[in-house]
Nanobody, 115 residues
Framework: QVQLVESGGGLVQAGGSLRLSCAASGSRFSINAMGWYRQVPGKQREWVAT???????VYADSVKGRFTISRDNAKNTVHLQMNSLKPDDTAVYYC?????????WGQGTQVTVSS
């Protein structure tokens, strides 16, 4: 069973930065894509960014140019550097990884951006 532990959320003023981290453990197989999603109460979970095992990255338009996703395959970790944060970025951020055809989710970490 794959377990994901997220860290790095918190409260920051608009224009500030935060770095989220997610560590995966328990996988007997290589982790394929790793990514981040976010969710605001009452809304659907929204995809933010994905990075493949080979390092290819894709971003949602809403965060492109402000957020950077990275990973360390040796440590099974994925990070999300968030710069120029806006109040609209306020959400619970979830780490997501794919092991074969199976997706796994972290417990979520709150990011709050004050205006």
């Amino acid at each position: 069973q794959v377990q994901l532990v997220e860290s790095g959320g918190g409260l920051v003023q608009a224009g500030g930065s935060l770095r989220l981290s997610c560590a995966a453990s328990g996988s007997r197989f290589s982790i394929n894509a790793m990514g981040w999603y976010r969710q605001v109460p009452g809304k659907q979970r929204e995809w933010v960014a994905t990075i493949t095992r080979s390092g290819s990255k894709v971003y949602a338009d809403s965060v492109k140019g402000r957020f950077t996703i990275s990973r360390d395959n040796a440590k099974n970790t994925v990070h999300l550097q968030m710069n120029s944060l806006k109040p609209d970025d306020t959400a619970v951020y979830y780490c997501n990884v794919a092991v074969g055809p199976s997706p796994y989710w972290g417990q979520g970490t709150q990011v709050t951006v004050s205006s």
